[in-house]
């Protein structure tokens, strides 16, 4: 092993030296390290997250936002087929009345119909 000249030969082994971050200081305030390793996966999930919260709020609270749109649409499309499957259940019932023959079928198809709004 070669030595620089002006080093004696001591058996002075190379050392390495570093600091560990315990905590980031930045404008007021103290962050994790963590901070530091983020990538933009972890960015693009976390605000997939926020859109998330925002759009469960507003549809609880029935307040209409862009992130919420959807699922308002989707909603109420579920609330009108509701409404329709139900009405198409009260008149075959009207039907089911006027005719007596009908009456038999009519617990099966209503049991069917009300098994599809549930």
Known sequence: ???HPKIPNKEIK???CGLAIL???DDGSVLSP???NLTEDDLVDKFAAGVSMVASLSVALS???LAAALHMF???YKNVLAVAVFSIASVKKAVALASKEERTSLSASLTMTWDLVV
């Open 23 to 25: 905590s980031v200081y």
């Open 34 to 36: 963590e901070v530091l």
């Open 63 to 65: 307040y209409p936002t």
């Open 74 to 76: 989707i909603n109420t």
């Open 14 to 16: 190379p050392f390495s």
């Open 1 to 3: 092993m070669a030595q």
